[in-house]
């Protein structure tokens, strides 16, 4: 059964940073694109950044561009997703997902790709 943890989040001041990880647990990550999304209350689910099978190739959101890094390790199956620079409007649960390596597409991150997803980590930017 494939499997995905999330865990990292918190409460963080404006400007401050946070490292998720997203482990994988069932199946070997070295075979999957992984994806980070984001819900916040009243909105729809968006995508924030992925990462290829190989950890070549990455896409990020322009809202988080610059700010945000993903990152994976194949051998502890785990990706990361470090965020500087925070803004209250980077509230949200985070999510992260996985898609068959051929479905990574360069300078897209869309839900519709994406499939067994975690149970969500909640950060929250505020003063």
């Known amino acids: 059964q494939l499997q995905l943890v999330e865990s990292g989040g918190g409460l963080v001041q404006p400007g401050g940073s946070l490292r998720l990880s997203c482990v994988a647990s069932g199946f070997t990550l070295d075979y999957y694109a992984i994806g980070w999304f984001r819900q916040a209350p009243g909105k729809e689910r968006e995508g924030v950044s992925c990462?290829?099978?190989?950890?070549?190739?990455?896409n990020y959101a322009d809202s988080v561009k610059g700010r945000f890094t993903i990152s994976r390790d194949n051998a502890k199956n785990t990706v990361y997703l470090q965020m500087n620079s925070l803004k209250p409007e980077d509230t949200a649960v985070y999510y992260c997902?996985?898609?068959?390596?051929?479905?990574?597409?360069?300078?897209?991150?869309?839900?519709?790709?994406?499939?067994?997803w975690g149970q969500g980590t909640q950060v929250t930017v505020s003063s």
């Open positions: 997902a996985a898609a068959p390596r051929s479905s990574f597409r360069a300078g897209v991150i869309s839900t519709a790709d994406f499939g067994s």
């Open positions: 990462i290829s099978a190989s950890g070549g190739s990455t």
